[in-house]
């Protein structure tokens, strides 16, 4: 395991161990990168997005992850596998650096494939877990979704689960223009610091009608009675069987908490907050950061320096 800390207790009878992490989609966005490779094998820096997602289940003590994936998706599971041929090439040359990063992947955690068959929502993915998952809460991340490794939001998640049962969101207050692009939750306090009782959800709200300002980011931990409900959650937003339809169905019944996050999230759901997500990411790390920061640095002096007309809206907010 490279896991760098668990804070979990896997010891306890109620500790989460299982996560999900659904893979189906078809990175439309993406197109023509994600043609022959799925969206979640694009490089951040120099590992897949899904990686990271991986690593910060890991992290949590999170230690079986069922990626949910379907056609084309065979890139994943080799990524998360053994690579004989290279690793011997590597270990003949003594590229142990090289080595480890590429071994790292399968060492993470018991991982397992399951495909969604019809791509019918994320609901409907959620459900497919639902043999692999059994009778246990379990853990939900979404790969556009990345969370800056810094941070404990998910082993925060699991605590606050351990502590008051039921099924636990992750929120992030967004810009209310931002907020039609998310599922919105309607809160209430709970007397507990950065804690909160969900009273309602809505996905994707039409502008004006979001209940507040709270985002679901793509972090939960559930109940596994979410599966019942999805049984019969009626297809939603898009057509599509929403999880957020069905954990409203839970927070109706007062049985969904949100932990309110204000730290480092990067999404790399579309093309510009990719770039941006790989640009932080690389002059944060210590092997890359100093030189690329200070290429970048030059290259936005350049920019501000020359900026036309037609370059106006290229600036490196
Ligand atoms: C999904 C969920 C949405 C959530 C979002 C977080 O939407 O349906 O409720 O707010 O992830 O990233 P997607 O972005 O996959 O359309």
Do not use: N
Request: hydrophobic content about 40%; charged content about 25%; some cysteine.
């Amino acid at each position: 395991m490279i896991a760098p800390h668990s804070t979990a207790t896997p010891g306890s009878p109620r500790a989460v161990r299982k996560a999900v992490v659904p893979a189906a989609g078809l990175g439309t966005r993406f197109l023509p990168a994600t043609k022959a490779t799925p969206k979640e094998m694009l490089p951040v820096v120099d590992k897949p997005a899904i990686q990271y997602v991986v690593e910060e289940a890991a992290a949590a003590g999170l230690d079986d992850i069922l990626m949910v994936t379907g056609r084309h998706k065979r890139a994943i599971e080799d990524h998360f596998d053994s690579a004989f041929e290279l690793e011997q090439a590597l270990a003949a040359k003594g590229d142990t650096m090289r080595l480890d990063a590429v071994r790292d992947p399968a060492r993470l955690a018991d991982i397992h494939h399951i495909r969604q068959g019809d791509p019918l929502g994320l609901g409907h993915a959620v459900l497919c877990a639902r043999h692999h998952v059994g009778d246990q809460p379990f853990a939900v991340l979404l790969g556009d979704d990345l969370i800056d490794p810094r941070e404990t939001l998910l082993s925060r998640m699991l605590e606050v689960r351990e502590r008051r049962e039921g099924s636990v969101v992750a929120l992030m207050e967004v810009d209310p223009e931002q907020i039609h692009l998310y599922g919105c939750a309607a809160v209430e306090p709970t007397g507990e610091d950065g804690v909160v009782r969900v009273t309602a959800l809505v996905e994707k709200p039409a502008p004006g009608a979001a209940p507040s300002r709270y985002a679901v980011i793509g972090r939960y931990v559930l109940d596994p009675a979410v599966f019942d409900v999805l049984e019969h959650t009626p297809p939603g937003r898009g057509g599509e069987i929403q999880l957020t339809d069905a954990l409203q169905d839970l927070a109706a019944g007062g049985t969904v908490h949100g932990v309110v996050f204000d730290g480092l999230r990067y999404d790399t759901g579309d093309k510009a907050d990719y770039l941006r997500t790989v640009v932080r990411l690389a002059c944060d790390r210590p092997d890359l950061g100093p030189e690329f920061s200070r290429w970048l640095k030059e290259f936005v002096a350049g920019l501000a320096g020359g900026a036309s007309d037609g370059e106006e809206e290229c600036t490196a907010a």
